[in-house]
């Protein structure tokens, strides 16, 4: 009986303090005092973070080619693409800092090639500047598919794979893209063509009788494709113009390496990659066309593998 007394001693108590805490959170002063703290943090997230639509360059042009900007439908499909790329801000911000790593590479041998540095842009709508693979095979920073990249001259096993070679990727996309130029005429079309495979735009243009990219009704990808292409372009070029914020300090930098040749059989990477005192991975991060732990090199071809200097990675144990 007497701890039943205690127990309701105590419930009683609870309830008082209880009462109290309600009666003071509730006066007017209370109240006011909740409202102003909200309307302060709301203040605060719409102070530091505004969403606006996206003024789009009057001239805004793919390889120096127009576009139509006073078609509304086309100026929809644009203004698409600019808010979902400058939107999209973590996607965009990893962009920037691999393109500061990687267009150093690929724009020397664009000019080199006669290809229109615009193109660049399209490696980057293409992979994100990885060596991805697609659900159709298509491989590296260009998305090359295997027969296409054996025509042009690559290597392509599974011991090696040259599409994951950034420098001799770049040089098919080129000769690829020099020729279908040559067919189609503008570099729009040709950028279509890359996306969708010439003979896919080939049998849109038969069937809708237009030669012209921004005539032609495409599939939801290749109709997308060159303008996230141009949006790319300008939000990569221009990056403070949409509101992007980068010192230098925060862009990917390319590491400095020397070159090995290579015309053997090499039993194991991880042995060679430790007479230069790096690991298996480093080479390999610097050497992605290398697909298997050994070289097989029957033939005795002659191989350049980057190896990178010394003192930019951790010494292999």
């Not at 930019?312 to 144990?317: A, F, G, N, P």
Request: glycine share 6%.
């Amino acid at each position: 009986m007497k701890h039943l007394k205690n127990i309701l001693a105590v419930i009683g108590a609870l309830f008082v303090v209880g009462s109290l805490i309600y009666a003071v959170q509730s006066t007017p002063a209370a109240k006011e005092a909740e409202e102003q703290t909200r309307q302060e943090v709301d203040k605060n997230v719409s102070d530091g973070y505004r969403i606006s639509a996206i003024d789009i360059p009057e001239d805004l042009n793919f390889a120096g080619e127009q576009v139509p900007l006073d078609d509304p439908e086309i100026m929809e499909r644009v203004d698409r693409e600019f808010l979902v790329n400058t939107y999209w801000q973590s996607n965009a911000l990893l962009l920037m800092k691999r393109a500061n790593k990687y267009f150093p590479i690929i724009e020397p041998i664009l000019a080199k090639n006669g290809i229109p540095d615009d193109f660049k842009y399209l490696a980057v709508a293409e992979s994100g500047l990885q060596n991805v693979v697609s659900p159709a095979g298509a491989t590296g920073f260009w998305q090359i598919l295997k027969t296409t990249g054996r025509e042009y001259g690559l290597e392509v096993n599974s011991n090696v794979d040259e599409r994951y070679h950034v420098e001799k990727a770049t040089q098919v996309a080129c000769e690829y893209l020099k020729k279908w130029k040559d067919r189609f005429g503008t570099w729009t079309l040709t950028a279509a063509a890359y996306n969708a495979g010439p003979a896919g735009i080939k049998k849109y243009m038969n069937i809708q009788k237009a030669d012209d990219y921004y005539d032609l009704l495409l599939g939801e990808e290749t109709g997308r494709y060159v303008f996230r292409i141009m949006a790319i372009k300008e939000i990569l070029s221009q990056p403070e113009k949409y509101g992007f914020e980068l010192e230098k300090k925060d862009l990917y930098e390319a590491v400095p390496t020397f070159s090995v040749e290579v015309d053997t059989v090499v039993s194991s990477w991880a042995d060679f990659a430790s007479l230069y005192e790096i690991s298996y991975k480093v080479l390999k991060r610097h050497n992605p066309w290398l697909r298997e732990p050994h070289l097989n090199n029957g033939s005795g071809k002659m191989y350049v593998i980057e190896i990178p200097n010394k003192g930019y990675y951790r010494e292999s144990k």
